[in-house]
């Protein structure tokens, strides 16, 4: 199956400074990424979408200043956490959807294994 | 806007037992179905998926039927594994852009 990989798999910074998280899909193109927040025991919860060449979409409650996306080719989307406070700590999913033709809904995410980030 | 309920966890069984994970659904139109599964340390993968009213969706044993007049997707499977224990995430996409709307997740850990 199609594999993504996510880089760092954890990382722990000061408060204050920028954190950059790389998601790739190794062997499809992925015209869409996604990202994700997972907090203990909970959910995930939808960040933003972004397509190759055009600017992310956040969902609402999402600072677009403060989680920087960029996916500037067809494997490789980052997501940069920028100024980083303790509250930004959690659990960073990614996942990539090669376009087929068909109901675009059915298009099958594969998922990164995460990125713990702690802040203190 | 859409959301998805799934039962509580965590829910701890024995080798052999039988599973049922409940899973329902609001959305506004016709969304298809998934369930995911977090196996400890790896990243969420597809367990199966039902993209229209009646379709079964079934994969390594587990079988999910789309329940449109109850608007439910509830995981069954007849006899679980200790290989099983893991999080399981139910969800809805019905948007173009394949957007996923998840489920709390529903811990499972099966003993020998």
């Known amino acids: 199956g199609a594999v993504v990989s996510q880089h760092p798999s954890w990382v722990i910074c000061k408060s204050g400074t920028s954190v950059k998280i790389e998601c790739r899909s190794l062997d499809f193109q992925a015209t869409t990424m996604f990202w994700y927040r997972q907090f203990p025991k909970q959910s995930l919860m939808l960040m933003a979408t972004s397509n190759e060449g055009s600017k992310a979409t956040y969902e609402q409650g999402v600072e677009k200043d403060k989680f920087l996306i960029n996916h500037a080719s067809l494997t490789l989307s980052t997501l940069t956490v920028t100024s980083a406070h303790p509250e930004d700590s959690s659990f960073y999913i990614c996942?990539?959807?090669?376009?087929?033709?068909?109901?675009?809904?059915?298009?099958?995410?594969?998922f990164g294994p995460g990125t713990r980030l702690t802040v203190l | 806007g859409d959301s998805v309920t799934q039962m509580e966890g965590p829910v701890t069984l024995s080798e052999e037992a039988f599973l049922t994970i409940n899973c329902t659904y609001t959305?506004?139109?016709?969304?298809?179905l998934f369930w995911y599964v977090q196996y400890p340390g790896e990243g969420l993968q597809l367990l199966l998926k039902?993209?229209?009213?009646?379709d079964k969706g079934s994969n390594k044993g587990f079988e999910a039927t789309y329940r449109k007049e109850t608007t439910s997707f509830h995981l069954e499977k007849g006899s679980v594994q200790v290989s099983d224990s893991a999080v399981y995430f139910c969800?809805?996409?019905?948007?173009?852009?394949?957007?996923?709307?998840f489920g709390q997740g529903t811990i499972l850990t099966v003993h020998p």
């Open positions: 969800a809805l996409s019905e948007s173009w852009d394949g957007k996923l709307t």
């Open positions: 996942s990539a959807r090669e376009f087929f033709s068909g109901r675009p809904e059915t298009n099958e995410q594969f």
């Open positions: 039902a993209t229209k009213a009646d």
């Open positions: 959305a506004t139109g016709y969304p298809s």
